[in-house]
C-alpha cells in the first residue's frame, strides 16, 4: 500500500527512490539507490514536507522522495534511467520502478482532466480526487504481452527498432481495445515477424515502468510461416540455438526470465 503521509525527519531510515526528471538517483561512485537515514544521506536536495512510501525490502521502507527541479542542476551524471537499476541492482528495480511510476503518476494528475481544477491527494490510496466535479484518477496502467516462442532446440529473438541496449528478446507488444491477452500474443507475433504460433501457455507478470506497462508473459511453440520481419518495429530476428545465444536481457526481466524457461525446455528437446 502506498502511504502518502510520512513526515520527513533527519532519523527516518530506509531505502531512498529519489525522481528527478524520469531518472532514478544513483550516485557515483556505488550507483546505488541511496539507504540509511535520510540525515546521513547528504543529499543536495530541498526536504519536502512529506515523502511517499512505497514499500518494504525485506522489511526495510522505501521511500519515493520527488526531487525539485533545480536540486540537483550540478549532480546530472548522479541521475540514470531505470534499465541502469535493472542491471546493475535488480533486486532494487521493482522499487525503483514503483516510485518512477508513482511519481508519473502524480506530476500528470496535477490537474482534473474533466473540469480542470486543481486535484487533491488522497492519502489512503494511490488517487487524485477533484473536489468541484467529484472525479477521481488512478494510475493508468498499459497491458502489454510477451511471449518466448520455441521451435525444437531454437528459440525465436528480435532486437526491436526502437531498443538502445542492443539486446536480443522476445517479442513484445500493447494489448488493444477490445482484444483478449492470448489474441493480442497471436496478432503481435504475426505482425512482428510473419509466423503463426500454437500451445500459448501463461508463464508469469511483470510490472514494466516504461512508462506504465503490466507486462503479461507467455510461451508458446512455433506453428507455420517464414520469418518475416516487420521493419517498422524489428531490426532482425532469427532461430537461435543454446550454441548460437546472442546478448539477451537479464534475468531479472520477464523477458530473460522467459527466455531461461525457453532454454531449459531446449535442452530437453
Known amino acids: 500500500m502506498i502511504n502518502h503521509n510520512i513526515p520527513l525527519s533527519d532519523d527516518v531510515e530506509g531505502w531512498w527512490c529519489v525522481i528527478h526528471k524520469h531518472k532514478v ?3 557515483l561512485p556505488s550507483q546505488k539507490l541511496p539507504f540509511g537515514k535520510f540525515a546521513e544521506l547528504n543529499l543536495p536536495i530541498t526536504r519536502p514536507d ?6 518494504y525490502k525485506d522489511e526495510t521502507p522505501v521511500y519515493l522522495i520527488q526531487a525539485n527541479e533545480h536540486d540537483f542542476e550540478r549532480n546530472e551524471n548522479d541521475f540514470c534511467g531505470l534499465r541502469q537499476v535493472l542491471f546493475q541492482q535488480g533486486d ?3 522499487y525503483a520502478a514503483r516510485a518512477f511510476q508513482v511519481d ?3 506530476k500528470t494528475h496535477k490537474y482534473c482532466g474533466q473540469c480542470g ?9 494511490l488517487a487524485t480526487h477533484c473536489r468541484p466535479c467529484n472525479h477521481r484518477c488512478y494510475p493508468r496502467i498499459s497491458p ?3 511471449v518466448a516462442i520455441r521451435k525444437g532446440n531454437q528459440i525465436l529473438l528480435a532486437k526491436g527498432a526502437k531498443s538502445t541496449s542492443g539486446l536480443y528478446s522476445v517479442l513484445a507488444g500493447f494489448v488493444e481495445s477490445g482484444e483478449t491477452l492470448e489474441q493480442a500474443v497471436h496478432r503481435e507475433v504475426f505482425e512482428e515477424v510473419g509466423i503463426k504460433i500454437k500451445n500459448l501457455k501463461y508463464f508469469g507478470s511483470q510490472p514494466w515502468p516504461f512508462p506504465h506497462s503490466l507486462m ?11 520469418i518475416t520481419i516487420c521493419e517498422d518495429e524489428i531490426l532482425a530476428a532469427d ?3 543454446l550454441e548460437q545465444m546472442p546478448q539477451t536481457p537479464p534475468t531479472h526481466s520477464i523477458a530473460g526470465k522467459l527466455i531461461e524457461r525457453t532454454k531449459a525446455m531446449m535442452r530437453l528437446a
Open 239 to 241: 532461430w537461435f540455438t
Open 25 to 27: 538517483l544513483l550516485p
Open 92 to 94: 532494487m528495480f521493482e
Open 117 to 125: 481544477q486543481e486535484m487533491e491527494l488522497i492519502d489512503w490510496e
Open 50 to 55: 512529506i515523502v511517499h512510501h512505497i514499500g
Open 104 to 106: 508519473l503518476f502524480l
Open 216 to 226: 503479461m508473459g507467455y510461451t508458446a511453440e512455433f506453428d507455420e510461416g517464414e
Open 144 to 146: 502489454c504481452i510477451i
